[in-house]
């Protein structure tokens, strides 16, 4: 098991290049960004299909509003995507552009969209009627493609200065507008020509040829071996310390949306929604309580093992995980690079996975079909989102059970070796101890507690000013509790901090309103490309490691020392 993981650590720096590359963390951030919009539809659907559960019918009009909203929004998500993926690259091909170079983010947001309709739009050649079938989920295969070439036609005439240069006494935002006309005109140019090859070899747009194209490879991915491939995949990379999910879901994110749109539509129709393959499936099922499957873990840890570092883990981690959040569970028992856990950590979600498929695929259970968030507790998400089948609450009984039992032996190996060495440090230090030398470390104590309180009342003079301090974790969950660890301190360290939290990638229009961001363990390994941003701004950029970052968040005064420590002000 050691080799195992030694292998995986030596090829760490792999892992990290595939997770910091510029397409897939625009795809990434891109969707981010849309993830309201996909939140706020669902929302919609689910008042209209909901209260049926319970006999009550909502007025025809009321369903209509609803249906017009979700159709509004989920309906054009293609074009949004090819908006927020377009504007997310730029920024990161900003961060290697010549001096004095820079792509204009809101113009290629603006390029790919308009681009992204030539693809997906087509006029029917009898009524002249537009037909957007692929302005939605069906079409965020084009939207990529728009987004992609949109930035790199961009990037390609800037660095080449195909431009239209004006007088130095134009206004500056005038100027930039026909900088970026040649560059606007070839990328929504190149998409009408990719679209009229398209119609006339095959006789059908772009987004219709594209998708028919690679449906027979993401079939593939809705497979048993596929999917366990997948969430196999996702965990062993955490396992060693890179958010998986950034690496490994992007490229099936699209598919997995319009997944539930399909199951959505199945349903409302009356049949089986028997897609598995869906961003919830993942969230519940596949990684519930976060990826390795580990909902479960903190009461396996409180009721059965015997260690007190696990115990404490535990009871510390059991809200944190109940909501997804479970960075405080890998970092602390750890579960991370702990050869014992390594097993339990990459089985669990694959057994999730084909216990799932299973129950959809053979026994009936309905699959996902609805998006809502991640942080909803996963048995909860699994009834929301099959409609409170009474399979799926068997299911979800099953499958907690099976995860325990997945668990429960690696976790008692690895508990029986930190008891062993519970004792063997506790009997050590009732050897060592003696009431005079007690009473010595108490006199010490003392003093310097009382040395803290006096330099605690200079109140830190050379914090001078309203330091604005930024968390940024994966998806805003643990950087959060940094964040009001860091406002907890400054309170009563009396200090002029203020703290908040987001989600990496989705960053980037706030964070100019920053003094100091702080990047959680899971986004260290963007501190490179972060830091040529933050430079830019002038901006301090902080990089925390595993349990260091997570005994912060339990200790406020330990976080604002931190702080202060990492700006030479303690």
């Known amino acids: 098991m050691n080799k195992i993981v030694k292998w995986i650590q030596k090829h760490q720096d792999f892992f990290l290049k595939i997770s910091k590359n510029n397409y897939l963390m625009a795809i990434k951030d891109g969707f981010i960004s849309i993830m309201p919009l996909v939140m706020f539809s669902s929302l919609m659907i689910l008042i209209v299909q909901l209260p049926t559960l319970f006999g009550i019918v909502l007025p025809d009009n009321a369903k ?28 990161n091909f900003n961060r290697t552009m010549p001096e004095g170079k820079a792509i204009n983010s809101t113009s290629t947001m603006i390029a790919a969209m308009s681009a992204f309709l030539f693809l997906a739009v087509s006029p029917d ?9 692929f302005l939605g989920t069906q079409g965020l295969l084009s939207a990529f493609v728009a987004a992609f070439l949109t930035v790199n036609i961009y990037k390609l005439c800037i660095k080449k200065n195909i431009t239209i240069k004006l007088p130095k006494e134009v206004p500056g935002t005038i100027a930039q507008s026909f900088k970026d006309i040649f560059p606007f005109a070839f990328a929504v140019l190149a998409c009408v020509l990719i679209d009229l ?13 594209f998708q028919k194209t690679l449906t027979p490879l993401l079939k593939g991915v809705e497979t048993y071996p596929g999917m366990c491939l997948i969430y196999g995949l996702s965990a062993l990379f ?164 099976m995860d325990a039992a997945i668990y429960y032996p690696f976790l008692r190996v690895y508990d029986a070796e930190l008891v062993k060495q519970e004792k063997s440090k506790a009997q050590k230090l009732a050897e060592e101890k003696t009431f005079a030398n007690t009473m010595k470390k108490e006199l010490a104590k003392q003093k310097l507690d009382k040395q803290e309180q006096e330099q605690k009342e200079t109140n830190h003079p050379n914090l001078t000013k309203e330091l604005k301090v930024l968390v940024l974790c994966a998806g805003s969950g643990t950087s959060a509790q940094l964040a009001h660890a860091l406002n907890e301190g400054a309170k009563e360290e009396k200090m002029p901090i203020i703290a ?65 420590s990492q700006l030479n002000l303690s």
């Open 125 to 133: 050649p009898k009524t002249g009627a537009l037909d957007v079938g």
């Open 64 to 91: 209509l509003i609803m249906v017009k909203i979700y159709n509004l929004t989920m309906g054009i998500m293609g074009l949004m995507v090819a908006g927020t993926t377009a504007k997310a690259l730029t920024g």
């Open 238 to 401: 955490w396992f060693v310390g890179i958010h998986g999910p950034s690496i490994v879901m992007p490229a099936v994110t699209a598919f997995q949306l319009a997944n539930t749109e399909a199951n959505l539509k199945l349903f409302e129709a009356g049949q089986h929604p028997l897609r598995a393959m869906t961003n919830n499936f993942g969230n519940y099922i596949a990684a519930i309580g976060g990826t390795g499957a580990t909902f479960i873990v903190p009461l396996v840890l409180i009721f059965f093992m015997k260690s007190k570092q696990l115990k404490t883990v535990g009871k510390a981690s059991f809200i944190p995980v109940l909501f997804a959040v479970n960075e405080p569970l890998l970092f602390a028992a750890p579960l991370v690079l702990n050869p014992y856990m390594f097993f339990p950590f990459i089985l669990t979600p694959i057994c999730n996975v084909i216990l799932g498929k299973f129950f959809i695929d053979v026994l009936g259970m309905n699959g996902m079909i609805y998006t809502l968030p991640w942080t909803v507790p996963g048995p909860i998400g699994v009834l929301l989102n099959t409609h409170f089948q009474l399979i799926s609450i068997i299911f979800v009984i099953i499958m907690l059970v």
């Open 197 to 209: 090859t398209s119609r006339a070899v095959v006789g059908a747009p772009f987004a219709s040829v």
């Open 500 to 564: 908040n939290s987001g989600a990496y990638g989705a960053h980037y229009e706030i964070m100019a309103n920053y003094d100091v961001v702080i990047l959680a363990p899971q986004v260290r390994s963007f501190y490179s490309d972060m830091k040529a941003d933050t430079d830019k701004l002038g901006i301090k950029l902080i990089a925390t490691k595993g349990a260091e970052y997570i005994n912060m968040t339990r200790n406020p005064k330990q976080a604002v020392n931190f702080l202060l």
